[in-house]
């Protein structure tokens, strides 16, 4: 499988786009406690460099967290020792009986696994609605389509104390192509890395009937507690009754 959030990438992500991960943080905090979800295993989908990991331990969670980067995970696993981390698929990797699954930035959108598709996605949802205990939930939030304007192609870039990175952006038939060209500062030099990525963009009221369909009560919000979500992005909160 080709490797996505290399070395760089994952570096330039930590140290210079952690807002939308900590600014979620405090509201889905909210979201577990008021559903009585105080302590016990939270499994992190697309965990990242850790930073909600960290939240989670922080409030006396056990955490695993599982990402397909390893350079992702190098950096979650010295930020957390106390949590547990794999790489793998979310859509291969073993999820055990647990009190809440979230998945916090777009992650269930992403195209680097090559057998993701709506089918799988689904199964996805099946699989977590079997490990979660009764009362437990699931909170993730998606793209939808129009990140962009149909049949034009974006450019922008953004710039840290020791890095630059340089996006085009593309969206055709719901499939959203993010080209990505870092320079990270190597001593007296910029090292340069690219990579492609690919999101599939799934309409919310789709998600919303796929997770009914499986058992799932849900709700959908526009962002976490203070924190607004992106234009065109659906967060959502799955729970699993009580039986």
Known sequence: MKEYYKEDLAYIHDVGFSDYCLKSAPGILEILQKNHINTGLVVDLGCG???WAQELVK???RVIGIDISYSFI??????VPEAEFHVDSLFNAEIPPCNAV?????CLNYLFDSENNNQRLVELF???YKVLIPGGVFVFDIATPKQIN????TKGFTEG?????LVEKEEKQEILTRRIIT?????EHYRRDEEVHQQRLYEAADIVQALAQIGFRVETLKGYGEFNLPPNHTAFIAFKLTE
């Open 74 to 79: 190098d950096i979650a696993r010295h930020r």
């Open 183 to 187: 320079f990270r500062r190597c001593g």
């Open 126 to 128: 099946r699989r977590i």
């Open 102 to 106: 979230t998945s916090i930035g777009e």
């Open 150 to 153: 149909l049949g034009t192609i």
């Open 49 to 51: 460099s850790g930073l």
């Open 59 to 61: 409030s006396a969670y």
């Open 161 to 165: 104390e020791d890095w630059i990175v």
